[in-house]
């Protein structure tokens, strides 16, 4: 894949767009930054290093009323509207060449009742945003695995987090939202306003109208016993783990990756690039609980390393912080509910011949509590299975040419995929309809379209995985 890159002032259309654009500059208290704005570069950046794309503006929201004021006005002049909120799109959604951005990152507001274990959050929080002020509370909500990922497209999509078994997906513990629909309106979505609407942005992610606001239920989550375990990739040491995850108390929650040993810290120095399972842990019981919880991760092989100990909730983010660069990837994932002998031999073997080092293949225990709750209770329909599994071809330098990483990813798919059972919404890049419905049973589709039909009729929210108003042919 090659990157077109284009001047942005050489666009004449970009110019005459800021002209057009300049009344909406007087409704809002945010800031509009437009294609001369010193800002424009920066604004226009998202996680991904490969998108390099030029939008007529972006619109930095100060409030719920500018994010009304920008819907209005892109519907006045028939203007492509693009949300962006931590700029994570896996789908490369949250700017869009010549569509108005909406820009929800300066949107950060926190307040925490510690007594009702209530926390308001800014959609443009993301989870490290809100891990910090939580934790001096004793409390957590489970959002992701990386704290710079957004809480607007992360609790929309789900939020399937280091705490899941325990506490379930972050929109579990959604008690409503406040949310700017398709005609502007500001309402709130809740159990007992706009039900269908609260249903629908609990996993329809941003099809349905614009999440300013959420009110989440936080648990109490003192220290846990957090961190990675580092074993030898052998097929013997990946189907042990995925076997015992799969049994565990639900205190326990890993992602493990195979992948090459970073030069951590913790790492041996003479073990740096070895292939790996990375297993991060984190219990959220009792220290000594958990310790045992662990025996049996610990017994699978002589640990390469063992960075595993007591820690406040927070801390578990900087095993992590990696992933918060601006990255190239390619991604493909499924849920599994078995996953054959041939899956992981291919994927260890897929790790030996990497064309990067960066290149990691990610398995996540899932069950407990995210299992508890009814398939039908929130758009997220995938409640029972039992494992997320990820495969991330990544590249740093945007520059790099992607094809070789992106057929690696391809490659290792063709191989696993029909041990697939469905798809989480949130990590589908632009993967066509029928992945789209892999992430939906056929009631739960067609209950999200009625839903698009009653709330973005013109289907204005478009630029997500987008699921079309009832009644209209793909
Ligand atoms: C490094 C990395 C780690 C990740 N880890 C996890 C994880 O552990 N668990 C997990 O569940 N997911 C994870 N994800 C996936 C993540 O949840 C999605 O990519 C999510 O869409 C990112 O949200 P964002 O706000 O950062 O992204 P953005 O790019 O800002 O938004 C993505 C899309 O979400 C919608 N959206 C954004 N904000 C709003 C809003 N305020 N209201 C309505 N719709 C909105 C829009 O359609 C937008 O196109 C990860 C992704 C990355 C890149």
Known sequence: MTITRRA???????????????????????????????????ARKIY???????????????????????????RDHTLPLAVRSGGHSVGKHSVIDDALVLDLSGMKQIAIDPAARIARVGAGATSGDLAGPASAHGLALSTGD??????????TG????????????????LLAAQVVTADGAIVVASPESHPELFWAIRGGGGNFGVVTEFTFRLAPVGQILGGDLMLPATREVLRGYLDYIAVAPDELTTIGHLMHAPP????????????????????TGTIEDGER???????????????????????????????????????????????????????????????????????????????????DATAFAHRDRRYLVLLLGIWLDAAEDATPHEAWTLRLWE?????????????????????????YPPATLARLRAAKRRYDPQNRFRFNQNILPEGEAA
């Open 264 to 283: 951590a810290p913790y790492v041996p120095a003479e073990r740096v690039g070895e292939p790996v399972l990375s297993i991060l842990v984190c219990w």
């Open 158 to 173: 789900g939020g399937i987090g280091f705490m899941v078994r325990k506490h379930g997906l972050a929109i579990d513990n």
């Open 415 to 439: 191989a696993i995929r029909a041990d697939g059972a469905g798809v989480y919404v949130n990590f589908l890049e632009n993967e066509g309809d029928e992945r789209l419905r892999a992430a």
């Open 48 to 74: 991904n290093v490969t998108v390099d794309r030029y939008p007529l503006a972006v619109v930095r929201a100060a409030n719920a009323q500018d994010v009304a004021a920008t819907i209005r006005f892109a």
């Open 146 to 155: 990386t704290h710079s990922v957004g809480m607007g497209g992360l609790t």
């Open 8 to 42: 942005p002032l050489a666009t004449p259309h970009l110019a005459t767009a800021a002209q057009l654009l300049e009344p909406l500059r007087a409704q809002i208290a945010g800031t509009l930054i437009t294609a001369a704005h010193a800002e424009y570069d920066t």
């Open 293 to 375: 919880a662990l025996a049996p991760l610990r017994a699978l092989a002589t640990p390469i390393a063992d960075a595993v100990a007591p820690m406040p909730y927070p801390a578990i983010y900087q095993f992590t912080a990696h992933q918060a660069q601006p990255i190239g990837v390619s991604i493909r994932s499924m849920f599994a509910d078995e996953l054959s002998d041939a899956t992981l031999d291919a994927a260890i073997a897929a790790l030996e011949h990497a064309t990067s080092p960066y290149s990691a293949i990610q398995f996540r225990g899932l069950g407990g509590a995210m299992a508890r709750v009814s398939p």
